[in-house]
């Protein structure tokens, strides 16, 4: 039973598209991580505004709004434009504390430039190692795959963020296309398998961005069971991800097939990042 008159704790992760929220309530060490989850949102980048609306529901909910930590890779101008939104609300002069890269955090050590790398990666990579350790076995040795508005493929091995690729997520595909040539229409993708030799503009634009994202991802499955003899869990998460998973899914089975290689394993994650920073703060 959550008490209103300890408030809640709120996570933001502020992408270049959407803006996530998760209401928590960190007082009770007697409730699992799930249970601690009082509500989750997401607010396009162009209507930062509502958090005002989210955060009045959220106080009748929830109670007082005790703090509110974040990652953001969207910005100043967002971050302040969040911080002024908070800033009604938290009566403190820095309503948001945005959390920073470590060389390590529960436990596994991060070998990517930590001036250089997105929080949300980093975040995201945290998130997924806890559901990794939780659900596989206890070992880690995956893929997290991020489809937002860069697709990013990011690699741990046991204790070890090794590191990972960036390419253009599967809208940035979309529109470059069509807001670079004359004759292509913007498509959207189905949930299926791409098409091997299309014969028609739509389906032949559809088929190479599935497989341009897809093909990533199987050739870093690759190069991870080349260089440490495990084939790795996918762990996956994103607003784009349905539209290529299902070419990824009949790619690695007809590499797989062959080599006589355990079925892929593949999990969805909805929101990475705040299970990242969630499990940090508890942790701290
Ligand atoms: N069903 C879909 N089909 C194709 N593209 C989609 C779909 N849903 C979302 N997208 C696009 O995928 C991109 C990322 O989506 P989304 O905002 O959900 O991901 P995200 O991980 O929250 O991104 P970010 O953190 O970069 O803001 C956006 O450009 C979005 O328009
Ligand atoms: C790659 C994105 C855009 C993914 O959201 C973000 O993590 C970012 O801006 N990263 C900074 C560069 C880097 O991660 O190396």
Known sequence: MIDRGLGYILLLDSGNTRLKCRAVSLFHPELSFQEQILAETSIANDDIDQLGVVLQDYQQRFG???????VSVAGEAIQKHCEA??????DTASPITWLAVMQSHLGLQNHYALDQIGKDRWYGVLGAYTHALAQVSGYSAFLYISFG???????????????????PGVQLMQRSLFQGTAQLPEVRLPHT????FPKATYAAIEAGIAIAQAGAVMRQVQKFYRDYQRVPSLLVSGGARKGVLAEIQQAYQEWAEPLQLPPLKLIELETPVLDGIHQVLLKS
């Open 193 to 196: 398998p791409a098409i091997a």
């Open 85 to 90: 939104v908070v800033g009604h609300v938290v």
């Open 149 to 167: 508005t860069a697709t990013t493929i990011d690699a741990v091995i046991a204790q070890d963020y090794v590191g990972g690729v960036i390419l």
């Open 64 to 70: 007082q709004l005790v703090h509110v930590y974040g």
